[in-house]
């Protein structure tokens, strides 16, 4: 079982299960179905979060499950 929600807007992966609204982006739908995980230290000067679109340190999903279907649902 993984540990904390991922938001399904940016990725990053909450840990507290009572925030409601992702402190990153603002947005409030999550999903605890997600695999693998990055941290990002410094993401101007990492290629994997420009490449991901983070622009904020923390910890990010890899992968999310039916990632398509809930971002446009
Ligand atoms: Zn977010």
């Given at each position: ?5 991922a ?31 990055v ?27 039916r ?7």
């Amino acid at each position: 079982m993984q540990k904390g929600k991922a938001c399904r807007s940016c990725r990053k992966i909450i840990e507290e299960s009572n925030t409601d609204k992702c402190p990153n982006c603002g947005n409030n739908a999550f999903t605890t179905f997600w695999r693998g995980y990055v941290v990002v230290i410094n993401p101007e000067n990492s290629e994997l979060a420009k490449k991901m679109g983070i622009s904020a340190a923390g910890k990010y999903a890899l992968h999310i499950s039916r990632w398509m279907r809930l971002r446009f649902p």
